[in-house]
């Protein structure tokens, strides 16, 4: 029984120094709101709006380096709440100012598809757009496109 008790122990520590080791520092964080601050001051005025809100989340898998999204209050509601989820891998490779400014603006850039039109209108049709293997990489390339016109 003891035996077990430490087991469990030792298992709960490493697997909450694992789960500690894959979250955003509050460095890490910072850093990725200022750039956000920036972008949508400089190339991205049409998120500049009163009742934006963007919450920051850690990605823990390692399939993705940045995921921008919408809640349920979005959809149902209306509201111009949206996540952007950043994983933390991105900071141990040392990803570059430019490469961060430029991976954020993308993600800002599906923000500014989000924002901009209804839930039947705009949101569904890019759901299911992007559940296509094939039409998810043609909006994904479309989404770059747009960000490179915008400098």
């Known amino acids: 029984m003891l035996l077990e008790i430490l087991c469990f122990g030792l298992f709960s520590l490493l697997f909450s120094f694992q789960v500690s080791a894959n979250q955003l520092t509050s460095d890490q964080l910072r850093t990725i709101q200022y750039v956000v601050g920036d972008l949508i001051e400089t190339t991205h005025p049409s998120l500049n ?3 934006l809100q963007i919450e920051y989340y850690t990605i823990k898998k390692d399939d993705y380096y940045f995921v921008s999204n919408f809640g349920a209050g979005r959809v149902l509601l209306g509201n111009n709440h949206y996540k952007l989820g950043v994983n933390p891998l991105v900071f141990k490779n040392n990803i570059t100012a430019d490469a961060l400014k430029g991976v954020l603006a993308h ?18 049709p890019i759901g299911l757009q992007i ?3 094939e039409s998810r990489i043609q909006y994904e390339r479309k989404t770059d496109l747009k960000v490179v016109l915008k400098g």
């Open 131 to 133: 559940m296509v293997k």
């Open 49 to 51: 709006v009163k009742d």
């Open 107 to 124: 993600e800002l850039r599906h923000t500014e598809d989000y924002i901009s039109g209804s839930t039947l209108g705009t949101l569904l």
